[in-house]
């Protein structure tokens, strides 16, 4: 049995607590009694960290009662969000089922990840799912021609949504299958070439995390920007965006080193990127005439000073920028922030910045990385979902499981509204609901997807500080400017 679970915050889901059964993979889900829990939104106030927050991600946030406060939102920002579905369960008359179908890797190589994207579909299920509401999880092994199979076994058995699949080569695959049902496809890629026709991708896109980052960059005082990407099609789109973003706030990036994700000696690049050689002889020079200065003149203060500041560092002179962009996570990211501190370009002489691809364990307890900034989708609302997912399963969920949870979440409340205003099954999950222009709240907070079958999301500015992270500024609680 599935426990009750604990009630958490979110700003468009309605906040319902369910008790009921786990059923096996491929046989459907259906949601038991509700109990309607009160939702914040009936409150006026909406959740929302408050600059200087702390965040410990991968210690479950130890957090102290002043890190929980809450800040009140006008009530014309809580108006101007998706629409308000706390009662949507109270009011459904009972209608045909509607079936909502779930594709992930259940078994092979990738089944841990997917057992947990399940697990948290599981409990949005329960969550805000209505009696009339089915979820389908159909196994795709994490392979393209197996996922075509269960979208298609999907469709035959009646889904009127598609959520999933996970890896871009099933998505690409099940596309045309899908598109030709006239039916919608939600998937949990990040690969934003494999959004068309009736598909979306909802995974977290580096894009708003670039646009992000460089306009607060901007407007604390960035100029100048260095980037240092990969040798690939992610490393060029995310230049590229970057690039677009700080000219559009009167930057220019002046220096930009690419790295091939091959490449196993990268310290003479980073070195040569960095002017090590250069800064180092300028230093050389400086601390010769600094020595030779108080050898002159023992009793000069000034020069005292400058000599026992040059005696903490090796290098001197100016960078030739004054932040720097580095969108590369895992071990490579790790050995290029590594690199640039060993060649002493730090927070004192360059503001380091990257995407979410930082918001990662190993990578935000790297002393490295202290003082470093990135943007990502707000820590808040995820922080109650993986505690109540931990309470639930044993475990914690795997980054990606939230997608799952939202997507589940938002097929679900459409079901609702649909039923409440007496849509058919075939009305509910057309392009118009789906694009709602005012988006969803979920656990990574604020989305809507876009014409171009891409999701948008609100984004906070983030700083890594000794394995915590620190809200510099919060994720916006509505796409109303």
């Not at 990036?253 to 690419?258: A, G, Q």
């Amino acid at each position: 049995m599935i426990m009750k679970l604990r009630p958490f915050v979110l700003t468009l889901f309605s906040l319902l607590a369910l008790s009921g059964c786990v059923t096996a993979p491929n046989k459907p889900l259906s949601s038991g009694n509700a109990e309607t829990l009160p939702s914040i939104l009936a409150q006026g106030t909406l959740s929302v960290e408050q600059p200087g927050t702390a965040y410990d991600p991968y210690d479950y946030y130890v957090r102290s009662d002043q890190d929980t406060a809450v800040i009140s939102a006008p009530q014309e920002e809580i108006a101007a969000q998706a629409p308000d579905y706390r009662n949507v369960r109270a009011a459904t008359p009972k209608k045909d089922r509607v079936k909502v179908a779930i594709l992930l890797p259940l078994s092979g190589e990738h089944k841990k990840i997917g057992q947990q994207m399940l697990n948290a579909a599981q409990m949005a299920l329960f969550d805000v799912g209505d009696q009339n509401f089915e979820l389908m999880p159909k196994d795709t092994k994490g392979d393209a021609q197996i996922a075509v199979m269960a979208a298609n076994d999907a469709i035959n058995q009646g889904a009127k949504l598609i959520l999933g699949p996970l890896f871009s080569e099933e998505v690409k695959a099940v596309r045309p299958y899908i598109a030709r049902s006239n039916i919608q496809n939600i998937s949990f890629s990040t690969d934003w070439t494999a959004a068309g026709q009736n598909t979306y991708v909802m995974g977290i896109l580096p894009f708003e995390q670039v646009s992000r980052i460089a306009e607060y960059a901007s407007k604390n005082g960035s100029k100048n920007f260095g980037v240092i990407s990969t040798e690939d099609a992610y490393g060029k789109n995310v230049t590229d965006s970057f690039n677009n973003a700080v000219r559009s706030h009167g930057g220019r990036v002046t220096k930009l080193l690419t790295i091939s994700p091959l490449n196993n000696n990268i310290s003479p690049d980073i070195r040569e990127f960095v002017n090590y050689d250069a800064r180092k002889e300028n230093y050389d020079a400086a601390l010769a005439a600094a020595e030779q200065a108080v050898k002159m003149n023992p009793s000069n203060r000034e020069a005292k000073a400058k000599l026992a500041e040059l005696q903490l560092v090796s290098t001197t002179s100016d960078l030739p920028y004054d932040t720097l962009f580095v969108p590369v996570g895992g071990e490579l990211g790790r050995n290029i922030v590594n690199l640039l501190r060993f060649y002493e370009v730090d927070n004192h002489n360059a503001t380091l910045l990257g995407t979410g691809v930082w918001d990662d364990a190993g990578l935000i307890r790297e002393p490295a990385f202290n003082g470093s900034l990135f943007a990502a989708p707000s820590p808040q609302a995820r922080f109650d979902f993986e505690q109540n997912y931990t309470n639930v399963y044993g475990e914690r969920p795997a980054r990606i499981a939230s997608l799952a949870y939202d997507g589940t979440a938002l097929a679900a409340v459409l079901a609702n509204k649909g039923a409440q205003e007496g849509y058919s099954t075939d009305q509910i999950y057309t392009r118009n609901n789906i694009q709602n222009p005012n988006g969803f709240a979920g656990v990574d907070g604020i989305f809507r997807f876009g014409r171009n079958n891409l999701v948008e999301r609100g984004m906070a500015v983030l700083e890594i500080n000794k394995d915590n992270l620190i809200v510099k500024e919060p994720a916006p609680i509505t796409f109303q400017r």
